[in-house]
């Protein structure tokens, strides 16, 4: 799709990636019901190509994703090519947990919730400013809350991560328009844990990887 400056995403990466897991990923949406079968009658058109759901296949959805389409969220179903997918999808799942600050700069994303197979799960939420502390006073901040239940839903662990966003603005080649980029610091006295590089985002033009 054609995004303009301060959308999210470029050239459909991230829809294209949930083919890596299913071959037939489904979305239920208001009064729409389709799927993109790659496996199906039409092959590879499928890729940009859904097929609406029969009443069939609506009905055997599973009781939670019925759910939440009744209550009129936008619902994506990914089923997966084979079970033996599960060990490395629950792997990434917990590489998102503990590499959350990237949800600093989903501006359009607030809140991810990951349950294992194992029943337990992990809560992540991105705060407003004032709610991820404030001690800074004109210092734009940003924070990640992290809550944690158990296989029997008993409170596991729960952690805050406070982060100082730094923007200035970068020149690129070619004659095109400057971009705004963000960078992202552990605040002085905060509890984030996490380690590694800090993500970096193009707020305003291309998007970098």
């Given at each position: 799709?054609?995004?303009?400056?301060?959308?999210?995403?470029?050239?459909?990466?991230g829809w294209?990636?949930?083919?890596?897991?299913?071959?037939?990923?489904?979305?239920?949406?208001?009064?729409?019901?389709?799927?993109?079968?790659?496996?199906?009658?039409?092959?590879r058109?499928?890729?940009?190509?859904?097929?609406?759901?029969?009443?069939?296949?609506?009905?055997?959805?599973?009781?939670?994703?019925?759910?939440?389409?009744?209550?009129?969220?936008?619902?994506?179903?990914l089923?997966?090519?084979?079970?033996?997918?599960?060990?490395a999808?629950?792997?990434?799942?917990?590489q998102?947990?503990?590499?959350?600050?990237?949800?600093?700069?989903?501006?359009?994303?607030?809140?991810?919730v990951?349950?294992?197979?194992?029943?337990?799960?992990?809560?992540?939420?991105?705060?407003a400013?004032?709610?991820?502390g404030?001690?800074?006073?004109?210092?734009?901040?940003?924070g990640?809350?992290?809550?944690?239940?158990?296989?029997?839903?008993?409170?596991g662990?729960q952690?805050?991560?406070?982060f100082?966003?730094?923007?200035?603005?970068?020149?690129?080649?070619?004659?095109?328009?400057?971009?705004?980029?963000?960078?992202?610091?552990?605040?002085?006295?905060?509890?984030?844990?996490?380690?590694?590089?800090f993500?970096?985002?193009?707020?305003?033009g291309?998007?970098?990887?």
């Amino acid at each position: 799709s054609l995004k303009g400056l301060g959308h999210t995403g470029h050239k459909g990466i991230g829809w294209k990636s949930v083919f890596r897991i299913s071959d037939r990923p489904h979305v239920l949406s208001r009064a729409f019901a389709f799927k993109f079968d790659i496996k199906g009658p039409l092959g590879r058109l499928a890729y940009v190509t859904p097929t609406a759901l029969t009443q069939e296949e609506l009905d055997a959805l599973p009781a939670k994703a019925k759910q939440a389409h009744a209550a009129g969220l936008t619902t994506m179903l990914l089923p997966l090519r084979a079970t033996s997918d599960v060990p490395a999808l629950a792997a990434e799942m917990r590489q998102i947990a503990e590499h959350s600050l990237c949800l600093v700069f989903l501006r359009r994303l607030r809140r991810i919730v990951l349950r294992y197979p194992d029943g337990r799960a992990a809560h992540i939420e991105r705060m407003a400013e004032a709610a991820a502390g404030g001690r800074l006073e004109g210092v734009p901040t940003a924070g990640v809350q992290i809550s944690e239940t158990g296989p029997g839903g008993e409170e596991g662990r729960q952690s805050l991560r406070e982060f100082v966003l730094h923007a200035h603005s970068v020149e690129l080649p070619g004659g095109e328009a400057p971009c705004e980029l963000t960078l992202a610091f552990r605040a002085p006295g905060g509890r984030a844990k996490d380690g590694g590089d800090f993500p970096v985002l193009a707020e305003e033009g291309p998007t970098f990887p």
